[in-house]
């Protein structure tokens, strides 16, 4: 059995969404140096629903599979259904990562809830803060 399936070679050797959004409505990014795996994700968003996404990730390739499938998932939502999406969602999509790597889709889930809680920041829009991780005391990077 293969140890990556072809959903994520795929993401991987073909990454959807990659860039930088210049003129982005919110700017997520989680992870570090000693994780090995950072990732940054630019939202643009009119009238609540996200008509671009765009990530830079720097990391092994389930990362960057993780951040181009979850970019994918989230594309054309509203923001409330952006914020449902959960590292387990985007593990399936990919059809499964191996255990040892299945903080990248963590990762992907995080970096995009940072990219919201920044729009609603920028925005002056009211959350709750326990919607959101706290990713500086994340338990897979310490």
């Known amino acids: 059995m293969a140890l990556y399936s072809e959903a994520v070679m795929d993401h991987f050797m073909?990454?959807?969404?990659v860039g930088i959004i210049e003129d982005a409505d919110g700017v997520g990014e989680v992870g570090n140096a000693k994780?090995?795996?950072?990732m940054k994700i630019y939202l643009k968003i009119e009238n609540d629903?996200?008509?671009?996404v765009k990530f830079e990730t720097f990391g092994c390739g389930?990362?960057?599979?993780?951040?181009?499938?979850?970019?994918?998932?989230?594309?054309?939502?509203?923001?409330?259904?952006?914020?449902?999406?959960?590292?387990k969602?985007?593990?399936e999509a990919l059809d499964g990562l191996p255990a040892h790597k299945l903080?990248?889709?963590?990762?992907?889930e995080e970096a995009i809830k940072n990219a919201l809680k920044d729009y609603y920041d920028r925005n002056g829009i009211?959350?709750?803060?326990?919607?959101?991780p706290d990713?500086?005391?994340?338990?897979?990077?310490e």
Do not use: Q, W
Not at 49 to 52: H, M, Q
């Open 14 to 17: 073909h990454p959807r969404n």
């Open 35 to 38: 994780c090995g795996d950072i």
């Open 49 to 52: 629903v996200i008509v671009d």
């Open 62 to 87: 389930s990362a960057i599979a993780s951040s181009s499938m979850a970019t994918e998932m989230i594309k054309g939502k509203s923001i409330h259904e952006a914020m449902t999406l959960t590292n």
């Open 89 to 91: 969602a985007v593990a």
């Open 103 to 108: 903080h990248c889709s963590v990762l992907a």
């Open 126 to 132: 009211a959350y709750d803060p326990k919607e959101f």
């Open 135 to 141: 990713c500086e005391h994340c338990a897979h990077c």
